[in-house]
């Protein structure tokens, strides 16, 4: 089980990813339990406004698009923990 | 098309199994394996910086999709049309909107840079479009023009979030503060433009045409304001914007999309110049900040073969494009194309000079004027760095 974060947009147009693979990390079960927890099926399509960042997350079967003003909450939560698994 | 391999950064990816850098910044994780063997101090502070530039709070209001706003009803002392109606904000690094005030229209240059650097490219931006077009500010009415600085930590960004300009500081290793540049200003002060106008989808072809808009009056606010020619201008898009630790000239160039930077860390400048390297892409707003390199081309042309200053005839041309009524939200290239190659000629003749460097222009580039471009079916790379998995490292 692995999760993807990927920013795209922005001024600069220069995109990130950052990935974390769940079985690796010290704590998977903690992992599970929180991507499970996520409201993936609340996602609702949101207008970017001009050079904002775009979202994408991945997690296989979801997958959700999020404009920066949605990452909120447990998103915020989300894109947080997974760069600083990847020491960000 | 150019391959994806060939022009996109992204593609880059570094070996399964090396470890990141404990580092963040808009570099991406694959750029971060480079940081990380390079072992230079100098990238030290990269650390902490995208985790805080990354993400906003949630009260600042979304735009209102589709819809224009309405012109704000404001009391305020008669004022003299054409008049810059400029305050200056600063968040202090949080990320709350509007910030403390810290300078209004009558008020003397105080000691931030950034402040005085918002204020005067927000009014170098109000003099190209009050003096050459005629236009009052953002709405046409004279509406204020708001600006945040040192918004967030670190924050790699600048932003219109509907209703004012928002600046980051950036991170300092790769990003220098975004007010730096006049373009970036001029280009955010657009998006409010055509937010009013033509109201351009921010999504894919009619998304990219409302990044080409922002940086094709970015550009003419610079010129302006240097009394710069064509042939004497940049045509570069946040020069200045990179620390002397990139290479790189700046964010994009006009004039060759594709050649703004070419560095070891942050790759080379995807952007392309042409339809034949259009990139279909889910990111980004289907590629928004890439494929407006091809319309930004074609305005780059129309100057280059008209000559003299380009905020006169081709800026004209492109203004009255984009405040009449030959567009809609979803206009693409060929439409824009159509729109502009007819502006042309009412104003300036059919069959003359302006007209044929339009209609040329966009030959060059790809688009033929009015007819819907077939766009290649290549998926633009998206592969992901997968090299911080393999050594977990435990939250800051």
């Known amino acids: ?83 600083a698994a990847n020491g960000m | 098309m150019d391959t994806p391999q060939n022009t996109a950064p992204q593609n880059r990816v570094p070996q399964t199994g090396q ?50 706003p309405l012109p704000q009803e404001r009391i ?42 918002a204020f005067d490219s927000l009014g170098a931006t109000q003099s190209l479009f009050w003096t050459e077009f005629g236009r009052d500010s953002i709405d046409g009415l004279g509406l204020p023009m708001n600006a945040t600085v040192h918004y967030g930590q670190n924050y790699d960004n600048a932003f219109w979030d509907g209703e004012r300009m928002v600046f980051g500081d950036g991170d300092g290793e790769v990003f220098n503060r975004f007010t730096i540049s006049p ?4 280009h955010e002060l657009t ?7 033509a109201n351009l989808e921010y999504r894919d072809q009619s998304g990219a045409l409302n990044e080409s808009i922002s940086d094709v009056f970015g550009a003419l606010v ?7 020619s064509t042939s004497e201008a940049s045509w570069l898009i946040g020069e200045g914007l990179f620390t002397d630790q990139v290479e790189g000239v700046a964010l994009r160039s ?60 081709p800026g004209q041309i492109w203004y ?20 502009t190659a007819e502006t042309a000629a009412r104003l300036y003749g059919t069959g003359g000079a302006a007209h044929d460097a339009v209609v040329t222009a966009w030959a060059t580039v790809g688009v033929v004027v009015g007819v819907r471009s077939e766009l290649p079916a290549t998926e633009f790379a998206s592969p992901t760095a997968s090299g911080g998995s393999a050594a977990p490292l435990p939250p800051e």
């Open chain 1, 1 to 83: 089980m692995k999760v993807i974060v990927s920013r795209s947009g922005g001024m600069a147009g220069i995109r990130l990813t950052w990935e974390v693979r769940v079985e690796e990390q010290p704590d998977p079960n903690t992992w599970a339990t929180f991507l499970n927890s996520l409201p993936w099926d609340d996602v609702t399509d949101s207008e970017a406004g001009p050079d904002r960042f775009a979202y994408r997350i991945r997690c296989a079967p979801h997958e959700v698009v999020l404009a920066e003003p949605q990452v909120n909450g447990p998103w915020r939560d989300l894109v947080n923990r997974v760069k």
């Open chain 2, 19 to 68: 470890v990141l850098h404990r580092h963040c910044s808009i570099v991406p994780p694959y750029l971060l394996v480079r940081l990380a063997k390079l072992d230079d101090p100098r990238f030290a502070q990269a650390a902490a910086a995208a985790r805080h530039s990354l993400l906003r709070d949630s009260h600042i209001r979304e735009l209102r999709g589709g819809a224009h």
């Open chain 2, 76 to 117: 305020q002392p008669a004022r003299t049309p054409g008049e810059s109606d400029r305050t200056i904000s600063d968040a202090g690094g949080q990320e709350r909107l509007p910030g403390r005030q810290v300078r209004t229209e009558r008020q003397p240059a105080g000691p931030d840079p950034a402040a005085n650097e």
């Open chain 2, 183 to 186: 373009s970036v200003i001029g």
């Open chain 2, 191 to 197: 998006h409010g433009v055509t937010q009013f106008t």
């Open chain 2, 222 to 228: 610079e010129q302006y304001a240097a009394d710069q």
């Open chain 2, 254 to 313: 006009m004039k060759a999309p594709g050649t703004a930077y070419n560095d070891d860390v942050l790759g080379k400048d995807p952007q392309p110049d042409t339809m034949a390297g259009y990139i279909e892409t889910e990111d980004d707003n289907g590629g928004v900040h890439l494929n407006s390199g091809i319309p930004n081309r074609a305005f780059y042309l129309v100057a280059e073969a008209l000559g003299g200053n380009a905020w006169e005839t």
């Open chain 2, 320 to 339: 009255d494009t984009l405040t009449g009524t030959g567009l809609t939200r979803r206009s693409d290239f060929a439409a824009f194309a159509a729109a």
